[in-house]
């Protein structure tokens, strides 16, 4: 199944719902399969991981269902407020999370940016290194160190490309990490 096609039978299926709620949902739905795509499965695979279109619509559908169900009869019952979060639990995970964050993840995570920038500045200077080969070439030389010169030019220029490209690659995935990592504090801070 593709992606417009799963999209399509979600969003008929889903046409009980609002015209919000069902567009939210077909968005989350959207940006599963472009996730998916950027990291290398076709549409079939995702479709085929997210599941059937009729049971991803029938729980948003008793979901639904069960919000819109009329009000209890009991004026008393219907007076008391009904909270989606508990303040003190989630003023509790905010310092819990605060304090562990600081300990065990935040050493570790300046460390690998500092890694991650060693990284680009190895780069960088392979990069820049058949130019100061090349600098060198304007003094006479012998024929073994003009080729040993163009040869060493040639291969830290070619491991500097390597490791600039491979080194972009890590950052996206250092950048998706610690925003899935904030993701989850926040969901943990919800209590969700």
Same mark, same amino acid.
């Given at each position: 199944? *593709? #992606? #417009?096609?799963f999209?399509?039978?979600?969003? @008929?299926?889903?046409?009980?719902?609002?015209? $919000?709620?069902?567009?939210?949902?077909?968005a989350?739905?959207?940006?599963?399969?472009?996730?998916?795509?950027?990291?290398? $499965?076709?549409e079939?695979? %995702?479709?085929?991981?997210? &599941?059937?279109?009729?049971?991803?619509?029938? $729980?948003?559908l008793?979901?639904?269902? @069960?919000?819109?169900? /009329?009000?209890?009869?009991?004026?008393?019952?219907? @007076?008391? /407020?009904?909270?989606?979060?508990?303040p003190?639990?989630?003023?509790?995970?905010?310092?819990?999370l605060?304090?562990?964050?600081? %300990?065990?993840?935040?050493? /570790?995570?300046?460390?690998?940016v500092?890694i991650?920038?060693?990284?680009?500045?190895?780069?960088?200077?392979?990069?820049?290194?058949?130019?100061?080969?090349?600098?060198?070439?304007a003094? /006479?030389? *012998?024929?073994?160190?003009? &080729?040993f010169? %163009?040869? &060493?030019?040639?291969?830290? &220029?070619?491991?500097?490309?390597?490791?600039?490209?491979?080194?972009?690659?890590? *950052? $996206?995935?250092?950048? #998706?990490? *610690?925003?899935?990592y904030?993701?989850?504090?926040?969901?943990? %801070?919800?209590?969700?």
């Open positions: 199944m *593709t #992606r #417009r096609e999209i399509r039978e979600l969003d @008929q299926l889903l046409s009980e719902l609002p015209d $919000k709620e069902r567009l939210d949902i077909l989350d739905y959207t940006e599963h399969f472009l996730t998916g795509i950027q990291e290398g $499965k076709n079939e695979e %995702i479709a085929a991981e997210l &599941g059937s279109p009729v049971h991803i619509a029938s $729980k948003y008793s979901a639904y269902q @069960q919000v819109k169900r /009329p009000p209890l009869e009991n004026p008393i019952v219907q @007076q008391i /407020p009904v909270q989606t979060a508990n003190t639990r989630a003023f509790l995970v905010t310092v819990a605060i304090f562990f964050n600081l %300990i065990f993840v935040l050493g /570790p995570y300046f460390g690998l500092g991650l920038m060693g990284i680009y500045a190895g780069a960088l200077s392979l990069l820049l290194s058949p130019v100061i080969l090349f600098a060198s070439l003094a /006479p030389v *012998t024929e073994e160190v003009w &080729g010169t %163009i040869f &060493g030019s040639l291969a830290a &220029g070619g491991l500097g490309i390597l490791l600039a490209i491979g080194s972009f690659y890590v *950052t $996206k995935w250092f950048f #998706r990490a *610690t925003v899935a904030l993701k989850l504090n926040m969901k943990l %801070i919800r209590g969700e």
